[in-house]
């Protein structure tokens, strides 16, 4: 058994890496997302793989974008959440512009926003409140996200105009 395992980890993992690293862009989650596709491949038990190469790429692709999305929903969340929490001058202005920001989208996109990054209630608690799929909480935040950081460059340009 070990050999069996051993051959296919010689034969895919570098093949695995290379096609995350060209998927994703990044050699460390590359390597992250193929070492989680090994490990998940052998809870599975290599009998239970048709096509391991395959089974393999899959899996960690599907890892690699999942962290990714993580990572970047961390990183909008300690963003907003800086200028929340940094006392200042700059700060009011910019807590100010965050409010007239939240204040131009759309409802339901503002709720969202807020249950999330205000209250730090998770995909699948928004989606129970709320009564929507929690994918569709994840596509509301990306959209709502963009928005805000369209809203949030404009502001600056225009007060970089004004002085």
């Known amino acids: 058994m070990t050999d069996r395992w051993r051959e296919l980890y010689e034969m895919e993992y570098p093949r ?6 060209a998927i994703g862009g990044d050699a460390d989650a590359a390597e992250d ?7 998940r491949a052998h ?12 089974w393999l790429l899959v899996v960690g692709t599907r890892e690699l974008l999942r962290s990714r999305r993580r990572r970047r929903v961390e990183d909008e969340k300690w963003a907003l959440r800086a200028v929340s929490e940094t006392p200042g001058a700059d700060t009011v202005a910019e807590r100010a512009d965050l409010l007239a920001a939240l204040r131009q989208l759309p409802e339901r996109q503002r709720a969202i926003v807020v249950a999330r990054y205000f209250y730090g209630l998770s995909y699948d608690e928004i989606a129970r409140h709320f009564e929507i799929k929690s994918g569709t ?7 709502a996200i963009e928005r805000l950081r369209q809203v949030q460059i404009a502001g600056r340009l225009a007060r970089g105009a004004m002085r």
């Open 16 to 21: 695995l890496l290379r096609a995350l690293l």
């Open 33 to 39: 997302a193929a070492q989680e596709a090994f490990v």
């Open 43 to 54: 809870r599975a038990g290599l009998d239970s793989l048709d096509r391991p190469g395959a």
């Open 137 to 143: 909480v994840g596509a509301t935040l990306h959209q």
